[in-house]
């Protein structure tokens, strides 16, 4: 079976650019998390997405949002890029919405704002 | 908010040496995952910790959480160059969801 997928894998923008990553779960989970992963540091929690509600948000502008669509795929969208949004963007998958799940992670995508 | 501290930060040992890094949560932790990073790679799971004072072990990493559930511990017995990475702890308290450590990176040189 196919692991968490992410697109694309790098990405590069600049300041006051939008930008839109992608992430499709493993089959069958049905709660995806996405996180952000500065150099040096552990995943910083974003979102959490479950049957297609937001069921947790982290301290993170609104200038972050995200949805989930009906096959359980997310699409995590960040607007009026700053140089700190240069990161590893992590999309986590879970089976349900329990804390006590093993999140998988995809590859991430890496993105730069020159 | 939650914090969970992780140190040490970095650590390079020599193959066959021993390897521990610590996992400490400002509030009591309902439970504690490990997840381990490759250079250039994403977190993978290793386990889950869930009951006060609770050690579970996998080949040579051994895995523990402190009896009031704000710190944990993971010892790595023998290193070998696969071991190579990034530990992170990450636990949950209350209804918040999961916090990650900075993280511990380990070197081993052959």
């Known amino acids: 079976d196919a692991g968490v997928t992410q697109s694309p894998t790098h990405l590069i923008k600049t300041r006051g650019q939008q930008v839109t990553l992608r992430c499709s779960p493993i089959s069958g989970h049905k709660s995806v998390s996405w996180y952000q992963q500065v150099l040096g540091q552990g995943p910083q929690f974003i979102f959490q997405y479950y049957e297609k509600e937001e069921r947790g948000r982290g301290n993170f502008p609104d200038r972050f949002s995200a949805r989930q669509f009906p096959n359980y795929s997310s699409e995590l969208n960040v607007n009026a890029l700053l140089l700190g949004d240069s990161a590893l963007y992590l999309c986590?998958?879970?089976?349900?919405?329990?804390?006590?799940?093993?999140?998988?992670f995809g590859p991430g995508t890496r993105l730069t704002v020159l | 908010g939650q914090q969970v501290m992780q140190i040490p930060q970095y650590q390079h040992v020599q193959e066959g040496e021993d390897f521990t890094t610590y996992c400490n949560s400002s509030t009591t932790l309902s439970n504690i995952q490990w997840y381990k990073q490759r250079p250039g790679g994403h977190p993978v799971f290793l386990i889950q910790?869930?009951?006060?004072?609770e050690v579970k072990k996998q080949k040579r990493l051994t895995f523990q959480f402190g009896e009031a559930k704000k710190n944990s511990s993971l010892h790595i017995t023998a290193t070998q160059t696969t071991d190579v990475g990034t530990y992170f702890c990450?636990?949950?308290?209350?209804?918040?969801?999961?916090?990650f450590g900075k993280g511990t990176m380990l070197l081993v040189s052959p």
């Open positions: 910790l869930v009951k006060s004072g």
């Open positions: 990450a636990g949950v308290s209350g209804y918040s969801t999961l916090t």
């Open positions: 986590a998958s879970t089976l349900g919405l329990s804390s006590y799940n093993e999140q998988f």
